[in-house]
């Protein structure tokens, strides 16, 4: 029965997002502090991982091609389909979820144990409107963050392949424009958006239906990324099987 109150509590959140709009100059400014907080100061651990884990992608393939018979640019070729079909979209968005999600849900917890939230209802503002919705809307530019993913992912197993001597360029790049379908970046960036939504709602709503002092603050946290995870996790198998199958 918990699990169901859980889950509905979610959906009525989802709904009251949406009533009592805040003011349009307020809201503004709520959206770019929020695109700051989020989007702008992720990219640089997304940059660094996506690179690192490009390049391994890379190095792991080419020590598996042991066969003189299957072709080099191969190395390029799984290069570009482990970080499109999976690494960017997927992989990223779980390590966002550790630590975007955890942000989120602390940030809107703490202010559910200050009674700041509380504050907000008092002056006649929907706080969950006030909170929420600026994440939503912030985290609508998450696909940018992936794209970048995307770039740098592939940019590493390059730099990996030709300066590993593992391949050579030439060979790197007719891999990367092997069997291109461009329908893959669309599946990329459908997957993207879901987990944006995901990733901006779930978190807080742990955070803003938290009850107790501090100390819940931490277990809220933990399970918004456990929460999160498994969503991201489901929605990703859901979504394959609809759009590849």
Same mark, same amino acid.
């Given at each position: 029965m918990? /699990?169901?109150?859980? %889950?509905g509590s979610y959906f009525m959140m989802w709904r009251a997002i949406f009533n009592r709009p805040t003011k349009r100059s307020v809201m503004?400014?709520? %959206?770019?502090?929020?695109?700051?907080?989020?989007? %702008?100061?992720? @990219?640089g651990i997304v940059a660094f991982i996506s690179f690192f884990v490009g390049g391994v992608v890379a190095i792991q393939t080419a020590?598996?091609?042991?066969?003189? @018979?299957i072709p080099v640019y191969l190395i390029g070729f799984a290069t570009r389909q482990s970080i499109i079909l999976e690494f960017a979209p997927t992989f990223i968005s779980i390590i966002m979820a550790g630590k975007m999600g955890s942000f989120i849900t602390s940030s809107i $917890?703490?202010?559910?144990?200050?009674?700041?939230i509380d504050a907000l209802e008092v002056m006649g503002i929907n706080s969950l409107n006030y909170l929420v919705f600026p994440k939503i809307v912030a985290l609508l530019f998450y696909p940018f963050v992936i794209a970048i993913a995307m770039f740098l992912g592939i940019l590493g197993g390059w730099v990996a392949g030709v300066y !590993?001597?593992?391949s050579s360029s030439e060979a790197f790049i007719q891999g990367l424009q092997e069997d291109f379908k461009p329908f893959h970046i669309f599946y990329a960036f459908v997957k993207t958006l879901v987990f944006a939504m995901i990733l901006a709602t779930v978190?807080?709503?742990? $955070? /803003?239906?938290?009850? $107790? !002092?501090?100390?819940?603050? $931490?277990k809220a946290s933990t399970n918004s990324f456990v929460w999160t995870s498994v969503l991201i996790i489901l929605a990703n198998y859901i979504i394959t099987s609809l759009l590849l199958s």
């Amino acid at each position: 029965m918990k /699990y169901l109150a859980d %889950i509905g509590s979610y959906f009525m959140m989802w709904r009251a997002i949406f009533n009592r709009p805040t003011k349009r100059s307020v809201m503004r400014e709520l %959206i770019f502090k929020e695109i700051d907080e989020l989007i %702008i100061n992720s @990219l640089g651990i997304v940059a660094f991982i996506s690179f690192f884990v490009g390049g391994v992608v890379a190095i792991q393939t080419a020590l598996n091609i042991d066969n003189p @018979l299957i072709p080099v640019y191969l190395i390029g070729f799984a290069t570009r389909q482990s970080i499109i079909l999976e690494f960017a979209p997927t992989f990223i968005s779980i390590i966002m979820a550790g630590k975007m999600g955890s942000f989120i849900t602390s940030s809107i $917890g703490s202010m559910r144990v200050t009674e700041q939230i509380d504050a907000l209802e008092v002056m006649g503002i929907n706080s969950l409107n006030y909170l929420v919705f600026p994440k939503i809307v912030a985290l609508l530019f998450y696909p940018f963050v992936i794209a970048i993913a995307m770039f740098l992912g592939i940019l590493g197993g390059w730099v990996a392949g030709v300066y !590993g001597d593992f391949s050579s360029s030439e060979a790197f790049i007719q891999g990367l424009q092997e069997d291109f379908k461009p329908f893959h970046i669309f599946y990329a960036f459908v997957k993207t958006l879901v987990f944006a939504m995901i990733l901006a709602t779930v978190p807080s709503w742990q $955070g /803003y239906f938290m009850k $107790g !002092g501090a100390l819940e603050v $931490g277990k809220a946290s933990t399970n918004s990324f456990v929460w999160t995870s498994v969503l991201i996790i489901l929605a990703n198998y859901i979504i394959t099987s609809l759009l590849l199958s």
